[in-house]
């Protein structure tokens, strides 16, 4: 049985006049296929410069080492596959992570509960995913204040609308009045009701990496989760070289259930790494190497994204800045070192150090997104909604962003040389002096020719004056209004939805209140 | 006597004390040198797609052909040059045009008044032009009205401030309150008094561009202008594939002269080319093809520069949108045609439809400088200061805009690979879980390390919230007025100002007037 069968066949047993009903009444949202690029990747290193760069992360590796802190399981694996392990360091001679990345898939579907959702993250493909993290959100009427679990929700259901979006994420804003030690089972509640796409697992503690495993076997069916992947989750490396016993803890819980992680520095330039691009490239790739052995220790054949989250500094205030020329620099190298390794890659997303969502916040974050797509990311993390420097969650930003990311889609067609695309009947007919707009080709064509925003202002200048002067912020506070206007909740089998709250509730009562 | 002793000479053979005490008291500006890109270009299109384009447009100029209207002189050069001539319409052989274009030269100097100023146009290189044409200004204070005189020489003023502008452009907006047939005398006046980094001359009419010859001459000497490069000017083709006798008039006394043309169609998809990327490219290139082989037939040698300014269309208004996917394609593949051809590029720019310096416009105007750097363009106009589509120049766009040009500079230098780049040391001292903001190779680097906008806000919220919660449009306004308030006039030799001055004097006496 297909796995998609498999998983119809489980929600048709499951459900009942109720499911069928919800099923039949729910409106169906449209989104994008995940991007397969046409086009080629950009490529800002030489053939000698990648030689270098890997060459001098195998030395790190060798010679200096990373540590795994408080881990003697790691260590021990570590032992045995033939690493020098000196207190937490070790020591990975020459050439042996990069032999043990071998056996880490070049590309892998993440599962959806909506099969049509599904994503295969690698090769040329690249999966949009929203901001993760902020403990902040903002929006226009509110201003800036810390996020809740009904921020928290709207975000995912603004995810679920957005055409462009291929993957609802993870810790969209962090929901701030919900305990830090049950936030996780709400937060993969709300992916997993309110929207239909992809999502990823918790990673703040293993035994909440084990929750979200046993959430989404409820979810998918437990034979189903085993034999596939559902959730790809965020293991950031402690840069520089040093993996902390909580992230790997989650990657040994994810890896041995067979489910993604992305493992991926967290990166300041200057700050946890050196002030340079070719330095940072090298330690990027010690770290990633060295992550991405460990986790097919764990289990080999776990799937895995090499990840690059790096960005530049700005050495007057200390304050991290985003859309820069460096931050493009490593994120084209990366790309290259993650292809040379054959595997999924995941970098850029809307960065900006802006504190509103004005031209700052737009001018960095098309820098960034342009730099993804033209990269070879595989996996966009944040790759809407950031504001000042991840702190904050915009609303407006969100679906400013979430627009935007249209033109990725369309770029990535690449040209088409087909006979239409050439054109050279609507050139003679139309011939020198003439005018395109009336003739057949352009008939034909012009409802898909050009990508169209759908929430830029293209009027004429007095329409637009006497609808008020909106500016592009005004414009997606009047947008995400509608969108959360319109959401319906995609159907879901009431029997799963009930057993989903019957777990959260018996995980809730189980342990008290934390909030730090 | 090389270029720049020869000029030296000249201005101090010129000026006296005054001049001299001028020349002391100036402060100097620093300007960036234009961008020699040690980065790759990115390729849209392969070999065979471009073969198809290339044998496209040789089949539009044999069968179609173009008209040169009310031109009875290009007529006869064509057809002497053994094009078919039936009418207006020129129908020029397979691989004729292309032939007549090898004279053109690859690249060339443009020399400013002040040599430090000159830039080369071709290779590898970008230089970067303001906004070029607009009717209107806008500003946050006076918001969007008719330009004025006063206005353009701010405009002129604030690009001679900025550093990554190495260009001052041409009509950087319509003077309205001065006669139309007078306009460009005070333009012109206004680059060569005002700043000192090279300019465009008129090309309204061709005895415009006669009187912007003999402005040159007084400036830079007789011999001078007609051994060397001192003028780049706009020659727009009337696309689908018309040259009027006003723009090639224009080209004609400036090819005659050895001054440089941006010869380059116009075009807004759907409209005055294909509703598709292929049919455009297929279009621009035979435009261009006939257009700098025109130039050539006026004077073999003569510089010029493939231009290509393409944009879409929105269907449902009308509207032409800016910064789209498709406009990407266009560039990048125009950008390998005109390689190809081993002519200079012209496209790109601060492109955006939105009616403020807001987020839509950043997000267009940023996917536009983007695609504009790693397209191979040479020469950028309207690299700053673009607003509503070249309605309106902004005054705070203008700053914005430059400002980001910064960005481009620093990305193009590609990635140090040099063992200080390489930052192995750097890597060895930090260690695992260290910090790199202390460690000697941060020390001796972080101050070039990182490209800093000199504009955007970087400070820690609070401080930032206290300071007014400034938007980007509002920094800007602040940064318009202190360019302009820091302004000082570059020396120049007040024996040739005066002659200037009588130059215009003299000419405007000379006739009635004109406002349409």
């Not at 207190?87 to 959806?112: D, M, N, S, W, Y």
């Not at 929901?175 to 936030?183: L, Q």
Request: aromatic fraction near 8%; glycine fraction near 8%.
């Amino acid at each position: 049985m297909s796995d998609t069968a498999q998983r119809s066949g489980r929600r048709a047993r499951g459900g009942g006049g109720a499911a069928r009903r919800a099923e039949r009444t729910a409106v169906s949202v449209e989104t994008a296929k995940y991007i397969e690029r046409n086009v080629p990747n950009y490529e800002v290193l030489t053939e000698e410069a990648l030689d270098v760069i890997e060459a001098n992360a195998e030395t790190v590796l060798a010679e200096i080492g990373v540590n795994f802190v408080e881990n003697p399981a790691a260590l021990a694996r570590w032992k045995e596959a033939g690493a020098e392990v000196d207190g937490e360091r070790v020591r990975i001679p020459r050439g042996l992570a990069r032999k043990l990345c071998a056996t880490a898939p070049a590309q892998f579907t993440q599962h959806a509960r909506n099969p049509e959702r599904n994503v295969v993250i690698g090769g040329n493909n690249l999966v949009l995913a929203p901001v993760y993290g902020p403990p902040f959100v903002r929006d226009a009427a509110g201003g800036r204040r810390y996020a809740t679990m009904a921020d928290f929700e709207k975000f995912v259901k603004l995810g679920y609308m957005s055409k462009w979006l291929h993957h609802s994420g993870g810790t969209v804003c962090e929901p701030t009045d919900v305990p830090v030690n049950k936030r996780h089972l709400d937060m993969l509640f709300a992916h997993m009701v309110y929207s239909d796409k992809p999502f990823m697992g918790s990673v703040t503690e293993p035994s909440r990496a084990q929750d979200s495993v046993e959430m989404c076997e409820i979810l998918f069916g437990k034979e189903f989760v085993q034999n596939n992947t559902v959730m790809t989750s965020l293991i950031n490396i402690n840069s520089p070289l040093t993996f902390d016993n909580v992230m790997m803890g989650a990657l040994e819980v994810f890896a041995r259930n067979n489910q993604a992680s992305i493992i991926s520095p967290f990166i300041v330039g200057g700050a946890m790494a050196p002030v340079s691009v070719a330095g940072t490239l090298t330690q990027v790739l010690a770290e990633t190497l060295a992550g991405v052995a460990y986790s097919q220790l764990v289990r080999p054949g776990a799937p895995v994204i090499m990840g690059a989250f790096v960005t530049s500094i700005d050495m007057n205030s200390g304050a991290p800045t985003f859309g820069t020329p460096e931050a493009s620099h490593i994120t084209y190298g990366a790309g290259q070192l993650a292809r040379r390794l054959g595997l999924p890659y995941r970098s850029a997303g809307s960065f900006c150090g802006s504190k509103l969502p004005d031209a700052q916040a737009a001018y960095e974050t098309a820098n960034s997104l342009n730099m993804g797509l033209l990269s070879g990311v595989n996996f966009m993390l944040h790759a809407c909604g950031w504001l000042e420097g991840g702190l904050v969650a915009s609303f407006e930003k969100f679906v400013m962003d979430a627009d935007h990311l249209g033109t990725l889609h369309q770029f990535a067609k690449g040209v088409d040389m087909s006979e239409n695309g050439q054109a050279m009947d609507a050139i003679a007919e139309v011939g020198p002096g003439g005018h395109y707009l009336g003739c057949v080709h352009t008939q034909a064509n012009f409802k898909t020719a050009f990508w169209r925003s759908e929430l830029f202002d293209y009027k004429p200048f007095e329409t637009w004056d006497e609808e008020g002067a909106r500016d592009t912020q005004t414009l997606a506070t009047a947008r995400v209004q509608k969108l959360l206007d319109t959401y319906q909740q995609p159907a879901l089998d009431p029997e799963i939805e009930a057993r989903l709250r019957a777990y959260l509730a018996e995980k809730k009562a189980s342990m008290p209140d934390a909030f730090s």
